[in-house]
Nanobody, 122 residues
């Protein structure tokens, strides 16, 4: 399985970005997919996960209400809509896949994508 993330860039504080992650190699319709991020000097942290089968979601508390994860099974793609961005959201964002969304939420990741950089200016 290969995961490719798109959509990072530079945005002003208060702005929005939507990240996309396309999976190839096999269908992930019964798997969990999610997003993580890593800021300089910090450990990689979980943000959100979704069941590709049911659409059920998990979020880290700090991004609830600002970030929304969604999926398109036909495109084998997961999205992360990020609103009200803050400078502290600046990080490299990674998509990930695992056996189910709960496992991904506990950082039980089988596949990682290459990251995409999000920079939020103040």
């Amino acid at each position: 399985v290969q995961l490719q993330a798109f959509g990072g860039g530079l945005v002003q504080a208060g702005g929005s970005l939507r990240l996309s992650c396309a999976a190839s190699g096999r269908t992930l319709s019964s798997s969990g997919m999610g997003w993580f991020r890593q800021s300089p000097g910090k450990e990689r942290e979980f943000l959100a996960a979704i069941s590709m089968l049911s659409g059920s979601t998990y979020y880290q508390d700090s991004v609830k209400g600002r970030f929304t994860i969604s999926r398109d099974n036909n495109k084998n793609t997961v999205y992360l809509q990020m609103n009200s961005l803050k400078p502290e959201d600046t990080a490299v964002y990674y998509c990930a896949a695992g056996p189910n969304s709960g496992t991904v939420a506990r950082s039980g990741v089988a596949y990682w994508g290459k990251g995409t950089l999000v920079t939020v200016s103040s």
